[in-house]
Each structure stands twice: as C-alpha cells, then as structure tokens.
C-alpha cells in the first residue's frame, strides 16, 4: 500500500470506531490520567501553555 492508501484505511477504519465510542475499549490506565488531570485542573494547581509556545517547546526539545 502507498502512504495515501494506508492514511486513507486508517481515516476509514478511525471512522468506524469514532461512530459508537462506547464500543471502544478504554485502558484503565487512561482513566487514571484523566481523573488525575481533572483534579488537577479542579484544584486551580493546572498549568496551561498556549499552543504555539507548546508546539515551539516540543520542536526544540
């Protein structure tokens, strides 16, 4: 398969999976996180970088 093949069967099958999310399966490690996430942010102790200085961050290393 080409490259524009193989994105155009994952666009398709992240279609499928996007139409019932409650089919797909969540890790309960990932329920962690967004507890923990969400807690965070509750407590006000959430830092938030606007996106740009983020991309810029993850760029540069």
Known sequence: ??????????EELWEDLARDPADVPVPDW???VLEQRQATAASGEARFRPWDDAKRRLRNG
């Open 1 to 10: 398969m080409t490259t524009t093949e193989k994105l155009r069967a994952m």
């Open 30 to 32: 990932h329920r962690d």
